[in-house]
């Protein structure tokens, strides 16, 4: 069961039965991630990195680790995914 922060009372009809709901994991990974985002951007000025550099290398680094993660579930727990 999932923790849920709370729901947003929107399409009741096609997310039943409260809405869509909002999982504190979920919330506080993209609190995390905007915050040190910003943070990252704020300390590249100082170094004389443009902070369009540092945007993109944020955006490589999460689109990795989301897939990377995906990858190490599937290797881990490769025994409850069917032979093709």
Do not use: E, H
Request: proline content about 10%; glycine content about 8%; some cysteine.
């Amino acid at each position: 069961m999932q923790q849920v922060l709370f729901t947003i009372p929107i399409l009741q009809s096609w997310f039943p039965p409260d809405g869509v709901a909002l999982p504190g994991f979920g919330a506080m990974l993209f609190v995390a991630f905007v915050v040190c985002t910003l943070w990252g951007t704020a300390r590249t000025k100082p170094i004389g990195m443009p902070p369009a550099k540092f945007q993109d290398l944020v955006i490589w680094l999460f689109l990795s680790g989301i897939i990377g993660a995906r990858v190490l579930y599937m290797i881990q727990y490769a025994n409850q995914f069917p032979d093709q």
